[in-house]
């Protein structure tokens, strides 16, 4: 998933070829291990981590962690360093006197905030933040969500957001790619992915975010099975043991090529609207009322 709040100019393009496990980050391609390659990546991304904690030395203060940056990455005078990681914090809502601080004596959220100080330090043009906030308590994720979306319009700098929460994602990014077992089964704008999703796995993600019903109940829809191991797929479409529309021709190799309509791509062999009427959600089954998709 994508978020890019910022002007045109300052678009970063990313690419990700999934047959093969290729992926291009603005025309660079990040799985040819060449050297040269990945040092230009390194000084133009950078990274913030699942656990706040485990992402921080946990016996370095939070100035020098972000100092190091500056150093070594940077190569910038100390004198210059000092300032810089001042107002790095201040850019990440934490008082200077942060800086004195180890990880120990900080919140996960503040941990989180370090961590998103240490990625701007780099002065990315691409941050992949992989489940970021996912070990967070939900008031501060919404802390920490608005703190990105402020970072991306001000700096101007591409999030790729790694996530289960598709509440978070919707609120957060502006493209998103829906990958079962490695694979991308659809891909387009959140507006449109999440209006009208074509892939039964989005249907069923999507439906499987909770709602309240009108008896007043909550209610979400399940996939049924297992995910089967990604060392032995299954021939043909991949989704095709869990999903209630599967077909001869889904069992069958090879399995189908992601669809392009537009600015939409999708990996399914039926067409937009065959699935529901109007391309809506299909309900697949409802907790507690047993009621399953149409077949
Ligand atoms: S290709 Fe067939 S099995 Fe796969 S998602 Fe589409 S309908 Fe379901």
């Known amino acids: ?54 992402s921080l030395n946990p016996v370095q203060r939070v100035g020098d962690a972000l100092d190091e940056v500056f150093r070594v990455q940077r190569r910038l005078p100390s004198a210059e360093r000092a300032e810089r990681v001042r107002s790095l914090l201040e850019q990440v809502g934490l008082p200077a006197s942060f800086a004195r601080r180890r990880p120990r004596e900080l919140s996960g959220g503040q941990c989180q905030r370090v961590g998103i100080a240490r990625a701007l330090a780099v ?8 489940e970021c906030v996912a070990a967070l308590d939900v008031s501060i994720q919404g802390q920490i969500i608005n703190l990105l979306l402020s970072l991306s319009e001000s700096t101007g700098v591409t999030l790729l957001f790694i996530a289960h929460d598709l509440a978070v994602v919707r609120r957060l990014c502006e493209r998103v790619a829906i990958l079962y077992l490695g694979r991308i ?46 060392l032995a797929l299954p021939v043909g479409c991949a989704f095709h043991p869990r999903c209630p529309h599967a077909a001869t021709r889904c069992r069958q190799a090879p399995e189908p090529e992601l669809r392009e309509d537009g600015a ?11 699935l529901a009427p109007g391309g809506s959600t299909v309900p697949i089954e409802l907790d507690g009322s047993g009621a399953r998709a149409p077949t």
């Open 123 to 130: 002065e990315p043009r691409l941050i992949v933040a992989d």
């Open 185 to 230: 089964v659809e891909e387009g704008s959140v507006a449109n992915v999440f209006d009208a999703p074509r892939h039964p796995y989005t249907q069923a993600l999507i439906g499987a975010i909770p709602r309240i019903t009108p008896d007043g109940s909550l209610a979400h829809a399940v996939v049924s099975g297992e995910p089967p191991s990604p």
């Open 1 to 54: 998933m994508t978020s890019n709040h910022a002007p045109p100019q300052k678009s970063f393009s990313i690419r990700i070829l999934t047959r093969g496990g290729r992926v291009r980050i603005d025309g660079l391609e990040v799985t040819s291990g060449e050297r040269e390659t990945l040092a230009r990546l390194r000084r133009q991304t950078a990274m913030i981590f699942q656990d706040p904690y485990g």
């Open 264 to 274: 939409r791509r999708w990996r399914c062999i039926l067409l937009p609207g065959a």
